[in-house]
Structures are given as structure tokens and as C-alpha cells.
């Protein structure tokens, strides 16, 4: 019995298995590149947002405008105030303003509100529960 053509066989599908597997590797690797940049753009992105609430309490109000900082929220949080019947959390106006109850996002609805009690828009009753000044 001549066992060559099935060992032929065998070594053809032998090089085509390793040539799959190159080139899963290369694929591999060109994605655990991508995946590398991609988080490295968002850890760049949570550390801009980081320092932009930060110094959002460092910038001065326009003189002659309403008031408030320019940022769509505003006037929509104050429109939530307007309507609610006692005291505010951030998740709460979070909620209201259709945002996601995500840590950063609340976060962000909490610099805002801070921002406001600043500018004596605001007031916080106690720690965390902020209602329309009187």
C-alpha cells in the first residue's frame, strides 16, 4: 500500500493551517495595536475632561450675559429647578436631562451644579441636595 499521496494531502493542509495561523497572528496584532491607541485616546479624553471641570469654576462670566457659563445644561438645569418641588441630587438632574447615570456624567451634572450655587443661582441645602435660590 502507498501511503505517499495521503501524507502529500496531510502536508498540504499542514501549510495551509499555518499560513491561516500567520496570518491570525499578523491580524491579531494589528488589533491589539488598535485596541492599545484606542485606550490610550480615551485615558487622554477622561483626564481633558478631568482638568476642563476643573477650571470650568476659573472661567469669568461674560459681562452683560444671563449670567450663566456658556454650556447648553445650564439653562436646561434650571428649567429641571424650575419644575421639581423640593431638593435636587445630580443623578436626579442626570435623570432629567436624559443623561446616562454614569459616574462621569453625574459627576459633570455635580460641577455644574456647584457652578451655580457659586454664581448664587443655586443654593445647597446640605451636603449634595441643591435647590433654585429664593
Known amino acids: 500500500m502507498n501511503i505517499q499521496p495521503l501524507l502529500d494531502a496531510l502536508g498540504i493542509q499542514e501549510?495551509?493551517?499555518?499560513?491561516?495561523?500567520?496570518?491570525?497572528?499578523?491580524?491579531?496584532?494589528?488589533?491589539?495595536?488598535?485596541?492599545?491607541?484606542?485606550e490610550t485616546h480615551l485615558e487622554h479624553l477622561a483626564i481633558t475632561r478631568k482638568t476642563v471641570t476643573a477650571l470650568a469654576d476659573r472661567i469669568p462670566v461674560q459681562a452683560g450675559s444671563t449670567g450663566l457659563p456658556e454650556h447648553t445644561d445650564y439653562p436646561r438645569i434650571l428649567a429641571v429647578f424650575n419644575e421639581?418641588?423640593?431638593?435636587?441630587?445630580?443623578?436626579?438632574?442626570?435623570e432629567a436631562l436624559y443623561h446616562e447615570?454614569?459616574?462621569?456624567?453625574?459627576?459633570?451634572?455635580?460641577?455644574?451644579?456647584?457652578?451655580?450655587?457659586?454664581?448664587?443661582?443655586?443654593?445647597?441645602?446640605?451636603?449634595?441636595?441643591?435647590?433654585?435660590?429664593?
Not at 501549510?15 to 484606542?38: F, K, S, V, Y
Not at 421639581?84 to 442626570?94: K, Q, T
Not at 456624567?105 to 441636595?129: H, M, P, S
Open 84 to 94: 421639581a418641588a423640593g431638593p435636587l441630587r445630580a443623578r436626579d438632574v442626570c
Open 15 to 38: 501549510d495551509a493551517a499555518r499560513a491561516l495561523a500567520d496570518d491570525l497572528r499578523t491580524q491579531t496584532a494589528a488589533l491589539q495595536a488598535r485596541l492599545r491607541e484606542a
Open 101 to 134: 447615570s454614569l459616574p462621569k456624567n453625574i459627576e459633570g451634572t455635580r460641577a455644574k451644579l456647584k457652578r451655580l450655587v457659586k454664581l448664587d443661582v443655586l443654593t445647597e441645602a446640605d451636603t449634595g441636595n441643591f435647590t433654585r435660590k429664593q
